[in-house]
Nanobody, 123 residues
Framework: QVQLVESGGGLVQAGASLRLSCAASGRIFVTNTMGWFRQAPGKEREFVAANSRNTGSTYYADSFKGRFTITRDNAKNTVYLQMNSLKPEDTAVYYC????????????????WGQGSQVTVSS
């Protein structure tokens, strides 16, 4: 098992920035790809960004390119999501996830999930 613990969420005003962190422990080998997903109230969970450990490649859903940045510190087994220019519609629970599949963005490829971190953006 791999354990994922997220931190860094909170309440911010529109236009502000936040950085989410996700620390992995346990069976680190299953964290070939670490990703961020989010689920807004009344909506389905959606892919935000992912990072492949072996290649360092990053992947983003089109909606987040230019505003969100995923980075990874392999020495700390931690992945980050820097979110800039936040909008009220970014309000959601943000989940960190880990996958053995390199470079995947498919939710079904991620068996390990964090508990979620609430991000609320006020207008």
């Amino acid at each position: 098992q791999v354990q994922l613990v997220e931190s860094g969420g909170g309440l911010v005003q529109a236009g502000a920035s936040l950085r989410l962190s996700c620390a992995a422990s346990g069976r680190i080998f299953v964290t070939n790809t670490m990703g961020w997903f989010r689920q807004a109230p009344g909506k389905e969970r959606e892919f935000v960004a992912a990072n492949s450990r072996n290649t360092g490649s990053t992947y983003y859903a089109d909606s987040f390119k230019g505003r969100f940045t995923i980075t990874r510190d392999n020495a700390k087994n931690t992945v980050y999501l820097q979110m800039n220019s936040l909008k009220p519609e970014d309000t959601a629970v943000y989940y960190c996830a880990a996958s053995l599949v390199p470079g995947t963005q498919e939710m079904t490829d991620f068996p390990a999930w964090g508990q979620g971190s609430q991000v609320t953006v006020s207008s």
